[in-house]
């Protein structure tokens, strides 16, 4: 079963605008992880979110986690053209030695030029 | 470029058939993660190595099976194959296979069973 969520499915938007996705988790983590693919191409991993922060940017990315609602927001300002992707988040099971991330079935962004 | 190195890049075969799905992970990786990518089912774990052991499985069928080679290089076999196994299999390779670690993923082999 999947662990992450995200929503909503597909999301259209203008260039220019900003793209919010959100990803909801059912179990505690260690940490989150935010990951793009283009079409039919290999996952790219953007950011990665430990359980005890609440916000993290990375250039024109921000991520933002609220454990008390096991949930993630990727916001993605000024979009571009180039953005048109999947983006998936990534949680792992929580606990020590926690190994393996478990994806979401993604948000996929098309910006229109 | 993400450093993993994945062949073929397509497979066309028959139900019923065996075939092997090759990885290289990156230079200096010692752990290998093989995805599974379908329309309906999404992204699926199947199974993890770290330095030539298995340390993580999924939701690999008994039909499916792997390994990490000494030169760290994996191998995905797939048997008895069946439509349902028609998807885009996706290795990923990390430095010490620990869920902080950022994964990095090949290009995919997509598998087309007729």
């Known amino acids: 079963s999947q662990q992450g969520e995200e929503d909503p499915q597909a999301l259209s938007i203008q260039e220019g605008e900003n793209a919010t996705m959100n990803c909801s988790y059912k179990t505690s983590i260690n940490n989150l992880q935010w990951y793009r693919q283009n079409s039919g191409r290999g996952l790219v991993h953007l950011i990665l979110?430990?359980?005890?922060?609440r916000e993290k940017h990375s250039g024109r990315l921000r991520v933002t986690l609220d454990t008390s609602k096991k949930s993630s927001s990727l916001l993605i300002t000024a979009s571009r053209a180039a953005d048109t992707a999947s983006y998936f988040c990534?949680?792992?099971?929580?606990?020590?030695?926690?190994?393996?991330?478990?994806f979401g079935k993604g948000t996929k962004l098309s910006v229109i030029p | 470029d993400s450093g993993v190195t994945q062949t073929p890049k397509h497979l066309i075969t028959a139900t019923g058939q065996r075939v092997t799905l090759r990885c290289s992970p990156r230079?200096?990786?010692?752990?290998v993660y093989w995805y599974q990518q379908s329309l309906d089912q999404g992204l699926q774990f199947l199974i993890q190595?770290?330095?030539?052991?298995?340390?993580a499985k999924g939701n690999i069928l008994e039909r499916f099976s792997a390994q990490q080679f000494p030169d760290l290089h994996s191998e995905l076999n797939l048997s008895s194959l069946e439509l349902g196994d028609s998807a885009l299999y996706f290795c990923a390779s990390s430095p010490r296979g620990f869920s902080y670690n950022e994964q990095f993923f090949g290009p995919g082999t997509r598998l087309t069973v007729l």
């Open positions: 990534a949680t792992d099971a929580g606990g020590a030695g926690s190994y393996q991330l478990t």
């Open positions: 979110i430990r359980s005890n922060e």
């Open positions: 190595y770290y330095n030539g052991e298995e340390r």
């Open positions: 230079s200096g990786d010692l752990s």
